[in-house]
Nanobody, 124 residues
Framework: QVQLVESGGGLVQAGGSLRLSCAAS????????AGWFRQAPGKEREFVAA????????IYSDSMKGRFTVSRDNARNTVYLQMNSLEPEDTAVYYC?????????????????WGQGTQVTVSS
């Protein structure tokens, strides 16, 4: 079992930045890929970014590419999402997830463990 806890969400003005953290406990996260997803009110959960177990392979949703950066510190069992140039459309609950395998994956069905989510609100 892997328990995931996100933090770092909050209210920010458009154009601002936030850094989300996802701390894992229980089993180590170091041998699993990790991903970030988000869900806005009334919308389906969507893929944001994913990082392989080593950090060598990273993928992003096209709409976040260039603005968001995912990283990980396996020594701290933590994954991060740096979000810059935030837009009101980025308002959502952001979820961290641990994948079944080693490699980055955009499909939520391939993630076994999920955090409770952290709210990000971007005001215009």
């Amino acid at each position: 079992q892997v328990q995931l806890v996100e933090s770092g969400g909050g209210l920010v003005q458009a154009g601002g930045s936030l850094r989300l953290s996802c701390a894992a406990s229980g089993r180590t996260l170091s041998m699993k890929a990790a991903g970030w997803f988000r869900q806005a009110p009334g919308k389906e959960r969507e893929f944001v970014a994913a990082i392989s177990y080593s950090g060598a392979s990273i993928i992003y949703s096209d709409s976040m590419k260039g603005r968001f950066t995912v990283s990980r510190d396996n020594a701290r069992n933590t994954v991060y999402l740096q979000m810059n140039s935030l837009e009101p459309e980025d308002t959502a609950v952001y979820y961290c997830a641990a994948a079944r395998g080693y490699y980055s994956d955009s499909r939520s069905s391939n993630y076994d463990y999920w955090g409770q989510g952290t709210q990000v609100t971007v005001s215009s």
